[in-house]
């Protein structure tokens, strides 16, 4: 018995101790824990187990299944260990989901730059005699800014042959025009850029005392730099109402969401069973959704997907998801899935997250085109790498660079001195250069994740940075330890 105490003790020792584990390519990082857990469980029965011997040791030396009953009471000892660290895994698992998920929507309410007017919500009204109402952040002077502008206050001040040359003239000039013939205001509310091309913006249009906020994506046509028309713009109506005495009485919008108001009691959840129904049917009314990171599509998808990340749909990108369809939402587990399809049901958008996400209907036998597992094409030992403090403070004095991976407002609220925030999961696409550009030159990096959710975004990190020739060593996943 001396000896499988022994055994343990060197188990738990060596868990705790380990300069870097090798953690499952999985979306919570509790390896670690449930092997801990079941050593702390099982030597706790062990120790029972041999205590108890002494009570019974009598009765031991009266039957002779001596051996068949330690060989029970060890092989149930196992068990017991095994169910009970399971279970604790499952707790930490669905704990540490929630309290992701709890993260990411209270980093939502503090990004609302990113975010555009929900649904069905008045939002401020200007009383101003202005016909056309700048509210855009100044900061943004760029020539595709200034020129949508200068496209609106065309049409606020009734120079609509002006407005249309530069428009995308997809109608003809009459067309154009009868559309804003009884406009008396625009306000310019809200733009977020999205790329080089591309913006959201969110604007009023007033007609008398009649007013309905549009959510707008458009996209100019660059010619040597320099935007000179409208190429493409989808609008959706974000709310209407009427201005009484200064303020705004929203009128019904179930006309533009009629597909919506018939389907809103869908279920959420799609299972594999129904999406390979959809897909192998004749149906059209229906759209995949890969809301992954591009290195993640990049390595494989599902043919036929539309792939648009989430930090994109979130800036605006939501208005091109169609609002007469249902959106069947593709992320690598589920979880970033289930918040993309609530993220597009707050939009009047009827979204389903596919459980257990690409990884699980890739295990159920589903199409897909590439690689799903990460570690698959990512072998090598520094994908798997997670540092124990004690080297980390050893490689920082070797000049290695740390690049935290978490929510911005995690790292505003506390961070280790000298990393930098490259949180690619919530960046748009037009502003990742300018996070990645925070580090010099082949820089040798460790990203940091803070233990379970977001550790899959540092190994994803890692790989994007040693696409700009940066060297990624492994990920750190304790930085509390560095306070």
């Known amino acids: 018995m001396i000896w499988l105490i022994a055994f343990f003790l060197i188990l738990i020792w060596s868990c ?20 801990q857990a079941f050593s702390v469980i099982m030597l706790f029965f062990t120790f029972a187990l041999t205590i108890s011997y ?29 169910a009970l660290a399971f279970y604790y895994g499952d707790f930490r698992q669905n704990q540490e989901y929630q309290q992701w998920l709890a993260d ?20 401020k ?64 509310d809200k733009l977020t850029r999205i790329d080089d091309k591309t913006s959201s913006l969110e604007l009023t249009l007033y007609e008398g005392n009649i007013y309905t906020r549009y959510g707008v994506l458009m996209s100019l046509l660059i010619e040597n730099a320099h935007p000179i028309r409208i190429e493409k713009s989808d609008a959706r109506v974000l709310s209407k109402g009427s201005i ?53 599509y990049d390595n494989g998808h599902l043919d036929g997907s539309v792939h648009i990340r989430f930090a994109d749909l979130k800036s605006g990108r939501w208005i091109e998801v169609p609002n007469d369809k249902f959106i069947y939402v593709l992320c690598w587990s589920g979880i970033r899935g289930k918040e993309v399809a609530d993220f597009l049901r707050s939009k009047m958008i009827v979204a389903s997250y596919l459980e257990n996400g690409a990884n699980g209907w890739v295990d159920s036998g589903g199409a897909w085109n590439g690689n799903i597992k990460f570690l698959d094409k990512y072998t090598e030992e520094k994908y798997q790498l997670v540092f124990e403090t004690a080297d980390i403070r050893k490689l920082v004095g070797e000049g290695v660079k740390l690049v935290d991976c978490r929510q911005p407002d995690k790292f505003n609220d506390w961070h280790v001195p000298g990393s930098v925030n ?19 030159p082949k820089s040798r990096v460790v990203t940091i994740c ?34």
């Open 54 to 82: 002494q009570f019974i040791k009598n009765w031991l030396n009266a039957i002779k299944g001596k051996k068949l009953f330690w060989l029970i009471s060890i092989v149930s000892v196992i068990i017991i260990s095994l």
């Open 422 to 440: 490259i949180p690619i999961m919530y960046t748009p696409t037009l502003g990742m250069e300018g996070v990645f550009s925070q580090l010099m």
């Open 450 to 483: 803070d233990d379970y959710v977001n550790c899959f975004d540092a190994k994803i990190t890692g790989v994007e940075l040693e696409n700009r020739g940066h060297t990624f060593l492994g990920r750190y996943n304790k930085p509390w330890e560095m306070k």
């Open 244 to 296: 009484v005495n200064g303020s705004g009485t929203p009128q019904s919008i179930s006309n533009d969401y009629a597909f919506y108001n018939s389907n809103k009691n869908k279920k959420i959840i799609l299972t594999n069973q129904e999406l390979k129904d959809a897909l192998s049917s004749k149906r059209s009314d229906f759209m995949v959704l890969d809301a992954r990171e591009n290195l993640e």
């Open 125 to 188: 009204l200007d009383n101003s005699n202005q016909k056309f109402v700048d509210l855009i952040n100044k900061d943004l002077a760029d020539e595709n800014t200034v020129f949508i502008k200068k496209y609106y206050s065309f049409i606020a001040n009734g120079q609509l042959d002006e407005a249309y040359d530069i428009s995308k003239k997809g109608v003809d000039t009459n067309t154009f025009k009868s559309w804003y013939t009884n406009t008396t205001k625009i306000s310019l």
């Open 16 to 35: 705790g101790q380990a300069k870097a584990v090798m953690p499952p390519d999985f979306i919570f990082n509790v390896g670690t824990q449930i092997v």
């Open 104 to 123: 990411s929507l209270k980093f939502g309410q503090k990004t609302a730059g990113l975010d555009q007017l929900q649904i069905g919500q008045v939002g």
